[in-house]
């Protein structure tokens, strides 16, 4: 085996295959040159090695908290077939804001208010009428599950 | 994983702002430390470990929990570093090839002090010429040295976890090893040639 510097650097890293390894070990047994390069490497290796105490800085936790409140991690939400008091509101009054959503324009509120004006109260209490109705259906599945 | 990381993962998952607080406020010192590492400077590796701490926070849902995390957390880190050296390294400077030939002690003292490079040498410190001269590699081999011998990787994974290729892991870290050996012999006085 030839001297080389380049082995006896992956043999102090570990990483030569068995056979390889003890052939180095083996040169380096009748190898004086190479055992003292071996013993400056490790001297490297050594200081290479030391946990290097880098000062932390005093605004890691102000970057740490900005970083977090950047991402604003979102809660969980509630689980899929227990709607919320909120989300029963949503679908009861979506014929309403549908309705709102399609009005043409300011000039023409007056007008359409005008037609519509009297289909206006049945509309609102239409809706009314099935926020009750969920919110009872809500009620009795939550009293049903309780039975059991 | 250690139980307590694998219970602020698991925490955090849920939206808790106290446990992603936690999970960082642990790892900080680490992150920052390996910035610091790569960058050398205070400030890069500031920018650096915020770009982290990002990354783990909206990262983290994507994390395998039955997996360990402080290499999950490495991977991040090697990441965020490897994209900054790209976006940050003009095209006259290179990431992968040192500044010359040769490393002599006096040259890498030179490049931080004004003072007379001969008369720093006589009270110079192994560490602090280290420190100097591992400022002078070219990016993408002091990553590769504080991966080795820093983090303990093998060149696999060091491979795996920067995405070059094994062959050049290898030529990076025989010739950083060899310019920074270069130093040591001119602090320690070695002869030469008699190998």
Redesign the interface.
């Given at each position: 085996m030839r001297?080389e510097?380049?082995l006896l650097?992956?043999y102090l890293?570990r990483?030569l295959a068995e056979q390889k390894a003890r052939e180095v070990k083996e040169h380096l047994a009748a190898c004086r040159?190479?055992r003292?390069?071996l013993s400056?490497?490790k001297?490297?290796?050594l200081?290479?090695?030391?946990?290097?105490a880098?000062p932390?800085?005093p605004?890691?936790?102000y970057?740490?908290?900005?970083?977090?409140a950047?991402?604003r991690?979102?809660?969980?939400r509630p689980e899929k077939g227990r709607p919320g008091f909120w989300d029963i509101q949503k679908l009861a009054w979506r014929p309403l804001s549908l309705t709102t959503a399609y009005l043409p324009g300011s000039g023409e509120v007056k007008e359409l208010v005008k037609a519509a004006g009297r289909e206006l109260p049945g509309l609102l209490l239409g809706s009314l009428a099935i926020t009750r109705r969920l919110w009872r259906m809500r009620r009795a599945r939550g009293k049903g599950r309780g039975r059991r | 994983m250690d139980a307590d990381d694998r219970q602020l993962v698991l925490m955090c998952r849920e939206g808790r702002e106290e446990a992603y607080r936690q999970l960082l406020s642990r790892y900080e010192g680490y992150i920052y430390s390996l910035c610091y590492r790569l960058t050398g400077q205070r400030e890069d590796a500031l920018e650096l470990s915020q770009e982290a701490f990002l990354k783990v926070v909206t990262g983290l849902p994507g994390f395998q929990v039955n997996r360990p995390f402080k290499p999950w957390l490495r991977q991040v880190v090697v990441n965020v570093c490897l994209n900054y050296l790209r976006r940050r390294t003009p095209e006259t400077l290179s990431l992968d090839q040192p500044a010359g030939e040769n490393f002599f002690l006096a040259d890498t003292l030179a490049a931080g002090s004004g003072d007379d490079p001969q008369v720093r040498l006589e009270w110079v410190e192994t560490r602090e010429a280290l420190r100097a001269a591992l400022e002078r590699l070219p990016p993408l081999w002091r990553l590769v040295l504080a991966l080795r011998h820093q983090e303990e990787l093998s060149y696999q994974e060091i491979a795996a976890a920067t995405g070059l290729p094994l062959g050049t892991v290898k030529t990076y870290l025989f010739r950083a090893r060899n310019l920074l050996r270069q130093v040591f012999s001119e602090i320690y006085g070695w002869e030469e040639g008699q190998r």
């Open positions: 001297c510097n380049e650097q992956a890293d990483e040159a190479c003292r390069e400056r490497l001297l490297l290796w200081e290479l090695g030391q946990p290097e880098i932390l800085p605004e890691l936790p970057l740490r908290q900005q970083a977090i950047a991402a991690p979102v809660p969980r | -």
